[in-house]
């Protein structure tokens, strides 16, 4: 396959790189960082110390090639994670210093969102002007948290559930200096807590995790409310309380913790949900704890569609708007009653990593939805149906769409019954559908010239779109799509100057008929194909979902055993050029067969034994038997998606 074009190739009459940003309504998900170029190429736009750098990411995806990292490859562009840190706290910051709040806001990153090790450290180090901290939720978690050096302001939340080796890790951190906080999940976690502090003669900083009332909208609405299956209920919290004071711990509890579910669309939730949290507030304060932390879990959303609404995949608000309900929520509920402002913790993940990764891939094929076919006369005898469908096709006119196009289903229908019933030849049948294909075909060349449109054909346009074989697996780079049918932004990176005239769906390399991506978000609401533009000879063809850095890394898994692809981490510089500051090859097909108990090299050892075998049975020359030996142990080292020669 050849290297992708980065030349601009002279724009269109009727078409330019404005219509393609229209279309594909970059301005709108792309949040600034992203937008095309004038040259039609998508482009990342990032500050580097006030100063305003784009880089054509084409150009990104050719200089990978020649360092030979290969499509699909995950992109990381730091200095959008950087500003994405850096714009929470700065929006925290404003919001407590307008308002008059009088405490501070101390970040800390679920380390579940993304646990690649170079996203976690960046965060880390970017995070520590601002104190910014970790949230973990197991003792894997804890690990890596504790080798951040975060700064000393900084908190480690310990979330989920938890053993005596986990309290005693963060009992050990406490004691090291480290505001290790542990959130009481459960009401037996309490009892372990009290013994291995008294075990280790720690005091631990404790917080409680709250199961408030508030269901709010979106995915995630099953982690808020009483039937979420996180948190404890108001009667546990009181058990706690008494179980604190009856231990003479009631002075380690410090923070309420309360996570009302990821991707939360709607503003009015956020207010409501902190409204009722500070209502708890209050209450631990008046039963006598110190308290002091308020942490508000994630659910700071990503607006993926760009429409700006509060459905799913989309929030009604911005960050600036969000920060702000926090501030005077808390100061709403807490002022009256004369309780101190809390130190204001978030969880936010997906708002800090989703925009600075993004997969790319490129096509490695297209089918058309509606093929090409050639039409021979009728023969003589042919079958009275064939002849109707022939008419048909003949008789098609915008007046009747609708009618000819029942017609021709009918008597395609009928040729495929009498085909079944040994009535009709093969070549019939194929006859048959190729007049229904061609039927297709005209109507589709004059639906544009309709005035209206019946509902049934206007969906046939997107039923015959073409697909287009993208060279990636979907449960591993994107699962998110599968599992739970999330949006995400999808478009070419360039030829954004020419006219994308071939509707879409797209098809990943698993064989399974999960595979494919055939919901896109536009400006103008979900639609089930994207128009992409035709393959060109001898050029690759490069596609971007955007927006992936949350969840998706961590959760995909090796569904045909399609492995991890390759990640390339860039820093832009403030001059436009960029530095490759860490490059990982994929998993090679050896990586996967371990993963899956396979030892690389027993495998290589059965596979002799097979060519030994086709030797001896004369099926195969000792020379041969070299070659395929090579090309297998060759195999074992390739790249586990398809490879460019
Ligand atoms: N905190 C907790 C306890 C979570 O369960 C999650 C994810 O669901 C998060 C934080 C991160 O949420 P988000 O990615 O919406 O910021």
Redesign the pocket.
């Known amino acids: 396959m050849s290297q992708p074009s980065v030349a601009n190739p002279l724009p269109e009459p009727d078409w330019d790189s404005t219509r393609s940003a229209q279309l594909y309504g970059i301005d709108a998900w792309g949040a600034g960082y992203f937008s095309v170029s004038p040259g039609g190429e998508v482009q990342i736009n990032v500050d580097c110390d006030g100063k305003q750098v784009s880089v054509s990411l084409a150009k990104i995806v050719a200089d990978m090639h020649a360092r030979g990292l290969h499509m699909p490859t995950v992109l990381r562009i730091r200095n959008i994670l950087h500003h994405r840190i850096s714009v929470l706290n700065e929006s925290f910051a404003k919001a407590i210093a307008d308002n008059g709040y009088r405490n501070v806001y101390r970040g800390v990153y ?1 380390i ?2 993304n646990q690649q090790c170079h996203v976690v450290e960046d965060i880390s180090n970017h995070g520590r002007r601002y104190h910014h901290g970790l ?1 973990v ?1 197991s003792k894997a978690e804890l690990v890596i948290a504790l080798s951040q050096q975060l700064h000393s302001h900084g908190l480690v939340i310990c ?1 989920g559930y938890k053993d005596a080796e986990y309290i005693d890790l963060g009992l050990y951190a406490h004691r090291m200096g480290i505001a290790c906080f542990f959130v009481l999940e459960t009401l037996n976690e309490l009892e372990l807590v009290i013994e291995r502090s008294r075990a280790l003669g720690i005091e631990p900083l404790l917080g409680v995790r709250l199961k408030i009332s508030l269901e709010v909208d979106g995915h ?1 609405s099953k ?1 808020s409310g009483d039937r979420s299956i ?1 948190g404890l209920s108001t009667a546990a919290v009181m058990r706690a309380v008494d179980t604190l004071r009856q231990a003479g711990l009631l002075h380690c509890l410090r923070l309420l913790h309360c ?1 009302m ?4 669309p709607n503003i009015r939730n956020v207010r409501s949900g902190v409204l009722e949290a500070c209502r708890y507030y209050a209450g631990l304060v008046e039963e006598g704890a110190p308290m002091g932390y308020l942490d508000l ?5 990503v607006d993926y569609e760009g429409a700006n609404t509060n459905s799913t995949h989309s929030m009604n608000y911005r960050m600036d708007e969000y920060c702000v309900n926090i501030v005077e929520s808390i100061q709403e509920t807490l002022d009256p009653l004369e309780i101190s402002h809390p130190v204001i913790v978030t ?6 990593v989703a925009y600075s990764s993004l997969l790319l891939f490129n096509i490695l094929n297209v089918s058309a939805g509606l093929p090409e076919v050639q039409l021979d006369p009728l023969p003589e005898d042919a079958h009275d149906t064939l002849r109707n469908l022939e008419t048909v096709l003949a008789s098609i006119e915008p007046a009747k769409m609708q009618e000819n196009y029942n017609d021709a289903l009918f008597y395609r229908d009928e040729v495929r019954e009498l085909f079944h019933h040994g009535q009709a030849s093969l070549r019939e049948r194929a006859t048959a559908e190729n007049l229904f294909l061609a039927v297709l075909d005209t109507i589709m060349r004059q639906l544009p010239n309709m005035h209206r449109v019946p509902p049934e054909l206007r969906d046939l346009s997107e039923q015959l779109c073409d697909t287009y074989y993208g060279n990636f697996s979907l449960f591993q780079s994107l699962p998110d799509i599968w599992a739970i049918r999330q949006l995400f932004p999808i478009m070419p990176i360039h030829r954004l100057n020419e006219r994308p005239t071939r509707p879409a769906i797209l098809a990943d390399l698993t064989c399974d008929c999960d595979g494919r991506i055939d919901r896109f978000t536009t400006p103008d609401g979900e639609h089930h194909s994207l128009l992409l533009h035709p393959l060109k000879p001898d050029e690759d063809y490069h596609v971007g979902v955007f927006l992936v850095g ?2 998706q890394e961590t959760l995909g898994d090796l569904h045909n055993l399609f492995g991890d692809t390759n990640v390339v981490n860039v820093a832009i510089n403030d001059d436009g050029t960029y530095d490759f500051a860490c490059e990982f090859h994929g998993d090679q097909i050896a990586d996967v067969l371990s993963y899956v108990e396979y030892e690389p090299r027993q495998v290589q050892e059965k596979f002799r034994l097979v060519a030994e075998q086709a030797v001896r049975d004369g099926k195969i020359s000792v020379a041969e038997r070299q070659i395929i030996l090579q090309a297998y142990r060759d195999s074992l080292q390739g790249y586990t998606y398809l490879e460019a020669h």
């Open positions: 679920p579940k969102v949230e939720g979330n995630w982690d996180f996570h579910g990821s991707q939360i879990g994630g659910g700071l959303a969880e936010s993940g997906r708002a800090t949350a969840y």
